[in-house]
T-cell receptor, first 110, second 116 residues
Framework: RKEVEQDPGPFNVPEGATVAFNCTYS??????FFWYRQDCRKEPKLLMS???SGNEDGRFTAQLNRASQYISLLIRDSKLSDSATYLC???????????FGTGTRLQVFP | EAGVAQSPRYKIIEKRQSVAFWCNPI?????LYWYQQILGQGPKLLIQ????????DSQLPKDRFSAERLKGVDSTLKIQPAKLEDSAVYLC??????????????FGPGTRLTVL
């Protein structure tokens, strides 16, 4: 089983749609969780951290379900500029390193 | 604040040749990472430095890959000899160790390597 698993997509959605991505992780002792965004031919950048209580940043909501070992990202009112790859990232216990999923590609069309 | 710098941005070599990549992290960041990102995949950690010491190199193919960070600032990653399957983007990232912000890593633009 992969340490971090994501549906690679692509997800093709119209502007204004709501889209959700899920990600599962294998190590139940993992400490921290993140969503990174990567634009085509660019480097990954932190989108948001994921907290146990769930967190929201504008149109973006991230949630963590430790019991089922999955993380979700919800994007409301999609914009053309949201088109990118969204990487699910997990920090294993007792380590600074990050383990990345393969990413989920989102394409928002007019 | 200047970001993570990498060079070169692109490199094309033939298999069995050698290549080196350079990274300059964000000033003050003690931790430096090298990742390999193959097309269609997420970044995979190759090696992690804390200052000038290696923290984790378990995923580094040590028969052909080497990395150093002699003075705890800049770092170089070398491949010798290169194989076709080494074609990828090599990303350097830096961060604060034990940061309250949850070990966010800042990535450089990457070096796109093509091995022919």
């Amino acid at each position: 089983r992969k340490e971090v698993e994501q549906d690679p997509g692509p997800f093709n959605v119209p502007e204004g749609a709501t889209v959700a991505f899920n990600c599962t992780y294998s190590n139940s002792a993992s400490q921290s969780f993140f969503w990174y965004r990567q634009d085509c031919r660019k480097e990954p950048k932190l989108l948001m951290s994921v907290y146990s209580s769930g967190n929201e940043d504008g149109r973006f909501t991230a949630q963590l379900n430790r019991a089922s070992q999955y993380i979700s990202l919800l994007i409301r009112d999609s914009k053309l500029s949201d088109s990118a790859t969204y990487l699910c990232v997990v920090n294993p216990p007792l380590s600074d390193k990050l383990i990345f999923g393969t990413g989920t590609r989102l394409q928002v069309f007019p | 604040e200047a970001g993570v710098a990498q060079s070169p941005r692109y490199k094309i070599i033939e298999k069995r040749q050698s290549v080196a990549f350079w990274c300059n992290p964000i000033s003050g960041h003690a931790t430096l990472y090298w990742y390999q990102q193959i097309l269609g995949q997420g970044p995979k950690l190759l090696i992690q430095f804390q200052n000038n010491g290696v923290v984790d190199d378990s995923q580094l193919p040590k028969d052909r890959f080497s990395a150093e960070r002699l003075k705890g600032v800049d770092s170089t990653l070398k491949i010798q000899p290169a194989k076709l399957e080494d074609s990828a983007v090599y990303l350097c990232a830096s961060g604060h160790s034990g940061s309250d912000t949850g070990n966010e890593q800042f990535f450089g633009p990457g070096t796109r390597l093509t091995v022919l």
